[in-house]
């Protein structure tokens, strides 16, 4: 298991340097800090000083090579809108996000499994139909609209909850209503399909013939054949929220990762924003992982081969 | 039909392998059992009043080729069919209670200490996710309520029971870690764990090498013997038929066609799909020379003839056969002591259930009296 996890931790950081290195390349090419942070009517002297002053005039490969220099001191540079440490800035706005996107997942989770078992008790039945419909609906709904929409009905007409901030918990209701929709709606739809093929797999009619009941068969035997393609995707939409939902924060004002790289693009902050998406890809390899462990748990068939001494 | 429900699922107590049948005792009647299928061109009939009993301590062999509804009679008996599939009629009565007359819910107390069943392809119908232990433990955890530990503890036995080696340590092993015979061990483990009636075997040994095909043969008649089950053998091998079964039915496109002791049937077929079968069996051929076997093939399940269903590829056909369907009659040399039995009964093949009655032989076939075999 450890080597598995050096191993793994090894081969996700060549990834990680490629991922800076784009974002600190592209990030340069939407133009100098200076026209944004200096008065209209700056004289060149005063543009070329805040220039060399950050450190912009040195050639891309210079500047990228400071730094890595920093990044391996854990220094990850200053704003230049606040002048705080990137990373500090970062890391505030990372948890904000990250209970936001687990909340929402969890729900997500626990919700699909449901209806997605109901519906695949019965294939074409009734209540496949319906959640056939509704997750369909759940999955197509843009979420920008959704949020306005809600922030219309639920916060202006009726004033249930806040439009926007993080006054509450209130103020959560609409963000993972929103959020959580799509999730819901995709994860029903695999794990209805995943629960069908594993119901109806022999070694069910056999548990059937060892007495287990319809509880005990959906929950015990199928769910946790059906649960692999359902951790697949469900990664996957994790890793979307993890990145910053972004429409989503920006609409509700929550203050998280999303926001906060949109704010650090819009200002040219690009300390912060080159901190902000370090700290992403690292949380969504660590995801990716857990992921991993995640089926091994699951499956004994897919465990990495432990050598017994 | 509750208090029968309720008598049945008393614990029995007792040593392993000691249930309260007595040899010969009849366990299993079914009789005019018939299971139809939804399908997308109308519902077809895929069992048709079949009938037949099994006794204690004895093994009756379901024997026909594929789709003729033997293992479709199976999965009837243990009440695991598919979605599609309804039991239109017939009675099931185990040990006094009919099971077609239960309720799915109230049959799951009968799954697994009154009937077990063992499955062809062992691999798939072990759970890949849970160690066997798991899996063989559940029935403890189910219906005698053990905790882990306790049902880890009968896991171990169970296994034992069926020799598999070092039980301790492949107790916590995974299926996919075994090896095909020792799958389908564990697989009967768990069909007779808790000591069943009944033990339904269908195509046991069909995926497995022929050494192992015998060790599980062995293996299944050791179980038989301590426990005094009733066995039913499905299978399409006229050797295993003969050289395991005390009784056969031949089955044909969802219908018996014959029933009897093994050996008469064998001996004296008295239904012509019977002999075809038993002819077809390659006996002192030459190299090269041409097999025999039945010229055409069963009928579809969507039209299956109104009067007898082997009319087709019978060499006897006649008017009479198109037009009605023979009734399963008694037949044979012992017909004169069964005649004597009650018509009804004998076409369930059953006789008037005394312990020590033998089978009766029936055949399906309006002129089973006309078959000669030299």
Known sequence: MLTYLRKRIISSALPLVVVVVGVFALARMTGNPASLYLPLNATQQMRDDFTARNGLDQPLLVQMADYF????????????????DAAAMALRAFPATLQLAATT?????????????????KPNGIADRISSFISMAAASIPDFWLAIVGIWIFAITLGWVPTSGVTGASAWVLPIATLLLRPFGVLVQIVRGSMVSALSEPYIKLARSRGAGELRVVTHHALRNAAAPALTVAGDLTVGLVNGAVVVETIFGWPGIGKLMIDSILQRDFAVLQAAVLLTAVAIFALNILIDMGYALLDARVRPVTVKA | MNSAADQATLPRTGPAGVTASQPHDVVLQVSGLAVDIRTHRGTVRAVNGVGFEARAGETLALLGESGCGKSMTAKALAGIMDPVCDLAEGTIVLNGTDLAALTPKERLKFAGPELGIVFQDALTALNPVYTVGTQLGEAFRIHRKLNAKQAKAEAIDLMRRVGIPEPESRVNSYPHQFSGGMRQRILIAMAVALNPRLLIADEPTTALDVTVQ?????????????????????????AVVAEEADSVAVMYAGNVVESGPVAEVFADPRHPYTKGLLESVPVNLERGDQLRSIPGSPPELHDIPSGCVYQSRCPLVQDICRAQRPALRPAGRRRADNAAADVDQATSATNDGGTAGRPVRTAACHFSEEITNA
């Open chain 2, 214 to 238: 015998a060790q599980i043969m062995q293996l299944l008649r050791t179980l038989r013997e301590e426990g005094q089950m009733a066995v039913i053998l499905i299978t399409h091998d006229l």
């Open chain 1, 69 to 84: 220099g920093g990044v391996l001191r854990l220094d990850f540079g200053q704003s230049l809108r606040t002048g705080q």
């Open chain 1, 105 to 121: 997942m969890v729900l997500a989770i626990i919700l699909a499994v449901i209806v997605g078992c109901w519906a695949a008790l």
